[in-house]
């Protein structure tokens, strides 16, 4: 109980994973704090997603441990977890394509409260929950959008939708994978707005290739290059970096190709 | 004004999703056709109980297969376990009381269904039809091989069973059959309805569309399936046990693979993930098979062959994806 | 030969004799599912057809028997094509629900054709003299025909492993087995594999009718009733792995025969339990990848 008023969000140690001969993790350690605003930036197959995996518990590690509030989690299964206050996006959307945003958002918000779990309709406690979601959905200028089937929104929105089922869970940790990959450059102010208001309470490590992005919302970061963390530091220690600006920024100029 | 458009779709959203849980008056139809039925043809009453098990038993499939998309060829195990709970209740314990039948029906093929889904619902693809197409010969196998309780292949012929309530005795027009089969199914209809539109419910349906999600937003997922599985396993025992009743025997084809198969199609045909199209599935592959077969049975399992592949190449959703469809045209095209 | 010997060596050889009829059917399923994913329960329908077809050749047109099974793998070859490609194409990225329902109405109009025009009753055909008799090992006697099918398996056996190992388009179709993206990415026609495979495996399973023909009799519920095996088959074999589906092959082939030796009546059970702990050990199969 104390410990979890002083230890931090979330705590990552010696963590890593082999898929046969090949290391995808090696040894990471991280920390993050309440509150905290972490970027998580390297080259493209360095194990970022993968590391993600770990933590939420989609990949079992081969070694180390992950630790939510002080305690250890490392054993629990993905769902557990998420209970326990971990929220992710997805790189690549992972909604339900056929509800509405609205029935997206309740799904998320049902598991939270445990409505999940009610097996006959009640009218007043779904109205609460209905309610709740469309809060959600409203602070993300969503709720125009509530009775969309997500299949039928455009991509940028759908990438809404991924935060506000993450958001719905109400997490401590916040997990966001690329949240604007994918979206034409014109309408990805409208996530990153989302993402640097999102509760200060939120620790939040977020993937992210755009520099300007990644070095207006961290205040720290870490750099993994083959699985490994290179080093990590506040944004003006990793810009000031020699070590980064040749693996990571130097290669920046010819990225998108 | 931002606020009032706000209040608007806050109202509008809770009526949409109430709308899942507020019964439609075309609800009433089915009950309506099945009352009718029943002063209409009074001398095809036995025929219309079958017609009335099926559809327990194709809505039973609806809840793990339409739902929450669990992919079986083995759902006859459970009618089957249904089916021979009250038969060997009847014949070898004389326990011929029709409810509590059903309620051991319903029990056994529950736990068997738990049973089984702990392990089989670990499985996905291939691996999941060929486990379910298996338990339900082994069961089967089983009853061949203690033929002397079961009954072997020729089963349990000439049951009888105590009256209805202890009054409606069973009689020769099959009316009290009839009627007996569409309260009991009345009442799982509403069961599953309840079950369906709940949070519950809600949660199945999103296993089906993205089950990689539901696990990262905290949902059980395993348990969720376990506790549909279970529920639509006793279903499908009151079906068999329905069944039992209506005919008064039990063979040991309840377990053939044309069973599973029928029942598959009668869902697929209705509509999958609506409830009724289980109902009205049963009624069209019924009638069908009763005025196709009568010209021969090679007939009949062509017309089932070409129906299933018209269905899943033009009409995916069903009967009533069709009605559906015809309903949104006639209002104008509107989504 | 003392008694317990004897009933080994006859489960060991007609366990044999049946395993590669299991594996003669089920390798070209094996594979296109491995390849495809496709869900294809109207396999055993193709088998059946084979089957049918080599009875009518031989009895009606006086086509020797061996003439009539290699006629009935290049007609069933050609029309499994034919299926291929406007029935089957449609489906190939749709839900595992809807091939199973394309498959299981193919299934249900071959049962319904094959009843229209043989009946239900058991058909066989008249072996050749060359192979109705009984061959003397010594210490003694093999049925001639079983001698003549396990030959048949093993010689298939040798040239898909040479064809599957030893030549490009084998090693095209591990690959694209393995991971199709990566195949399609590096400029193999999947679709064109996936046609190619599907019309030999239909054709082999076409060879596994007409083989089954004197050992099981053909009836129009053979390609439901002996689907499941084929099915256990490829499943416990692992997808679309050649090694797997003979190891699977040969140990449910064996299993089911000593069931039947040993447990008369009980023996059925065998081979589903047999199976059904394999696939609770391994998931994917014998030789099947996680």
Known sequence: ?257 | MAATDEIAVAARARRFLAAHARLRPTEALPWLVAVAAFFVFPDRLTFGSQVLVMALFALSLDLVLGYAGILTLGHAAFFGIGAYTVGLLAARLDWTEPLTGLLAAATCAGFAGALSGVVLLRYRGLTLLVLTLSTTFILQEFGNVFDRVTGGYDGLPGLSFSPVLGVFDYDLFGRTAYLYALAVLFVCFCLARAIVVSPFGRSLVGIRENTARMHSIGAPVHGRLLVAYTVSAALAGVAGALHAHTNAFVTLSVFDFENSAGVLVMLILGGTGRLYGAFWGAVVYMVLQDSLAKFSPAFWQAGVGLLLIVTVLFARAGILGLVEAAGRRLRGGGP | MPPLANIVVSILFDGLAYAMVLFIVSVGLSVTMGLMGFVNLAHGAFAMAGGYLTVSLTRSMGVPFLGALVIAVIAIAAVSVVFERTLYRRLYRASELDQVLLTIGLTFLAIAAFTWVYGPVPQSVRLPDYLAGQIDAGFRTFPTYRVFIIAVGLALVTVLWFAFERTLLGAKIRAAVDNRRMAQSVGIDVDRLFTLTFAVGSGLAALGGGLALQLFGMTPSFAVVYLVFFLLVVAVGGLGSLKGTLAAALVLGICDTAGKYLFAGAGGFIIYAVAIAILLARPAGLHGRD
């Open chain 1, 1 to 257: 109980m104390i410990a979890s008023m002083t230890a931090p969000a979330l705590e990552i140690r010696g963590l890593a994973r082999n898929f046969g001969a090949l290391a995808v993790a090696r040894h990471i350690d991280l920390v993050l704090e309440r509150g905290a605003r972490h970027a998580l930036i390297g080259p493209n197959g360095a194990g970022k997603t993968t590391l993600v995996n770990l933590i939420t518990g989609v990949l079992k590690p081969s070694a180390g441990r992950v630790l939510l509030d002080g305690d250890d989690v490392t054993g629990l299964p993905q769902a557990a977890r998420a209970r326990r206050g971990i929220a992710r996006t997805f790189q690549i959307n992972q909604l339900f394509r056929g509800l509405t945003v609205l029935e997206n958002v309740c799904l998320a918000v049902a598991e939270r409260t445990g409505a999940a779990r009610r097996m006959f309709p009640s009218v007043r406690r779904d109205a609460a929950m209905i309610d709740e979601a469309l809060a959600q959905l409203d602070g993300l200028r969503l709720a125009g959008d509530a009775l969309v089937p997500v299949r039928e929104l455009p991509y940028g929105r759908q990438r809404l939708v991924e935060i506000a089922l993450a958001l719905a869970q109400r997490p401590r940790v916040l997990l966001l994978d690329e949240p604007a990959a994918g979206v034409p450059s014109a309408e990805s102010h409208l996530i990153l707005d989302v993402v640097a208001s999102l509760d200060p309470d939120i620790a939040v490590l977020i993937i992210e290739h755009d520099m300007d992005v990644v070095f207006r919302f961290a205040r720290r970061i870490s750099v993994l290059v083959a699985g490994a963390v290179m080093t990590e530091g506040t944004p003006e220690e990793i810009r000031a970096d020699p070590r980064v600006r040749a693996v990571y920024l130097g290669e920046s100029g010819d990225r998108h190709g």
